[in-house]
């Protein structure tokens, strides 16, 4: 598998609501690696890669959380300018729709994390252009 | 001031002979021409000749609104079909209204009873009336318009357009007398606030009839005040005539229900028994003087007393208290009739909406409704809860003509309705 997958929760957007998820997630051992949050007027969508996803998955249910698994690509680019531009350019080209996407540097490594509809459409288009989709594991050992 | 000084004012001995009559010939008429109530009668053994004394009437039959829906939209027809000059309807909670037919002389009586009413709360033919209800199926328009016509008014039928344009009607014709929706009439008046107009000063509004909405005394003394007129409550439901059931004379201390045109009763709307005076429970009327479509003993689902004691202005029809709640919890928001019923269609059409839900009115009518997700409901992505939002609050405004604000909120997080679910929370101070 070369696909990762993200803890996605959803947040009314109310006082305390980002402190009350990553407190069950500590209390559940789950270490955040990174972190997204997405607005939509009243309500919002927190999107958490965790190194433990089965258990991250299974506390925040538990407190009765609505919390979904978001199956995404991340793919290391060359860390200059204009790298995200061109990822995003050559999915464009292919019919990919970018429906979200963030990224981060981690030890001087350029990560891209991209939510696409078509994933193997996409993992294809970036294999093709050299770009390999990181397995969660090796995401986690970043 | 009376309209009909002699109807008004008979003596009680003297009304109870005529309402037993003219059950007598309802009833009569029913057996005759009714297959409706003719299988109601013979389901409970009554017929015309079991009605001798007005007790009797606990003999016959309720009707419900049900089975008005369910005889849609053929009615309950007691004269030949080419009879009835006049429809109304009456909104349904399951999607079916009921319809209700008048005959020449059933328009003739509604308009009597509401010029009654007008002039028992001392309007005359010099008042200029603008109705601002709603005209069309409504029968807050046409009823209330015929009526204040008979009287003698120059009638404005305005409906429930704009308040800009209301206010340039009462500006340009000298507007004294308004009926309008308690709901409007506050909202209205927040409106000329804005504009900078004082009623007491700019206008020449004396009296207002409000109704076809529960509110409240405080709600009536918040009007009186910010209109400087006076208020009058009156009682009304398009299955007996619309508007004109029942008003409040210059007194303003209890609606007279003109009893010479219905026969009252008060019910414990769980057991149906028969209650005393005074005593609050559903009020069930049985029309006496209609000719198209006669109805016995109608379940109102209104919740209200009797005031047996005479009134000072010497009508001697009994009074009725302000209306104190509905068995059904039909909303009215900006004017437009909205029943939970048909939001919660909506909403239970998406599969990604879950079991719960409440809808909050407050302030100036404006209207939330809190969805649950269902558990499906949720892929991760904000862009398709943002997309699903947007589908409820267009379905929805295309269902109840309101626009809503949707607040989508996780399953379980919603207080869990009991039994008879009331999801309504109604925070409007009306
Ligand atoms: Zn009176």
């Known amino acids: 598998m070369s696909a990762t997958s993200l803890l996605a929760v959803f947040v009314e957007n109310k006082p305390g609501q980002t402190a009350r998820i990553t407190k069950i997630l500590a209390d559940a051992n789950v270490d955040l690696r990174w972190v997204t949050i997405a607005n939509s007027g009243s309500f919002g969508v927190m999107k958490f890669l965790v190194d433990k996803l089965e258990a991250g998955l299974q506390a925040l249910r538990d407190k009765g959380l609505m919390v979904s698994l978001l199956e995404v690509l991340v793919v290391e680019t060359p860390n200059r300018p204009g790298a995200l531009q061109s990822v995003a350019d050559l999915l464009g080209r292919n019919e990919v729709n970018l429906a979200n996407c963030s990224g981060f540097v981690a030890n001087n490594r350029a990560i891209l994390i991209l939510e696409v509809q078509e994933l193997a459409l996409a993992r294809s288009v970036l294999e093709k252009a050299g770009l390999r989709p990181m397995t969660q594991e090796e995401m986690l050992r970043l | ?430």
Not at chain 2, 256 to 281: M, N, V
Request: charge should be neutral; include cysteine; hydrophobic fraction near 40%.
């Open chain 2, 1 to 430: 001031m009376f309209w009909d000084q002699e109807s008004e004012t008979l003596s009680r001995p003297a009304l109870e002979a005529l309402q037993l009559q003219r059950l007598q010939q309802t009833v009569s008429r029913l057996a005759a021409r009714v297959p409706f109530y003719q299988q109601k009668f013979a389901e409970l053994g009554v017929g015309p000749d079991d009605i001798r004394r007005l007790e009797d009437v606990r003999r016959l039959p309720f009707t419900t609104a049900a089975d008005l829906r369910a005889i849609y939209p053929s009615g309950l027809l007691a004269v030949e079909a080419d009879e009835p000059v006049r429809l109304h309807t009456s909104s349904g909670t399951t999607g079916k209204p009921k319809a209700i037919f008048f005959s020449r002389n059933d328009v003739n009586t509604a308009a009597d009873m509401i010029a009654r009413s007008l002039v028992a709360a001392g309007i005359t033919r010099a008042d200029v009336f603008q109705n601002m209800m709603s005209y069309g199926l409504f029968t807050g328009g046409l009823v209330m318009h015929y009526g204040a016509e008979r009287v003698g008014c120059l009638v404005i039928p305005a409906g429930p357009g704009t308040s800009e344009r209301q206010l340039m009607l009462m500006q340009d014709f000298g507007t004294t007398a308004v009926h309008i929706l308690p709901s409007y009439a506050l909202y209205f008046a927040n409106y000329l606030e804005q504009k900078g107009i004082d009623p007491r000063k700019d206008l020449k509004l004396r009296k207002a009839f409000v109704g076809a909405e529960p509110h409240t005394e405080q709600t009536r003394k918040r009007i009186e005040e910010a209109f400087g007129v006076d208020v009058y409550n009156s009682y009304g439901l398009t299955e007996m005539n619309g508007p004109g059931v029942a008003f409040e004379c210059e007194q303003k201390a209890g609606m007279h229900l003109w009893e010479d045109c219905f026969l009252l009763e008060i019910i414990d709307p769980a057991t149906g028994e028969p209650l005393p005076d005074g005593q609050r429970g559903e009020l069930v009327l049985t029309t006496l003087k209609r000719e198209a479509m006669p109805i016995l003993r109608y379940r109102t689902r209104d919740i209200t007393s009797v005031i047996a004691e005479p009134c000072p202005c010497g009508r001697t029809h009994r009074r009725i208290h302000r209306i104190t709640g509905r068995s059904d919890d039909m909303l009215i928001i900006r004017g437009v009739n909205i029943f939970p019923q048909q939001i919660e269609q909506v909403l239970m059409s998406m599969p990604q909406v879950g079991r719960n839900y409440l809808i909050i009115v407050e302030g100036l009518d404006d209207l939330t409704v809190k969805v649950e997700l269902s558990d499906r409901g949720f892929d991760g992505q904000v862009e398709h809860l943002a997309a699903l939002q947007n589908q409820l609050v267009e379905k929805l405004k295309a269902e109840i003509w309101v626009r809503p604000k949707v607040d989508l909120v996780p399953p379980g997080s919603l207080p869990v309705a009991e039994g008879k679910a009331k999801r309504v929370l109604d925070k409007r101070s009306l």
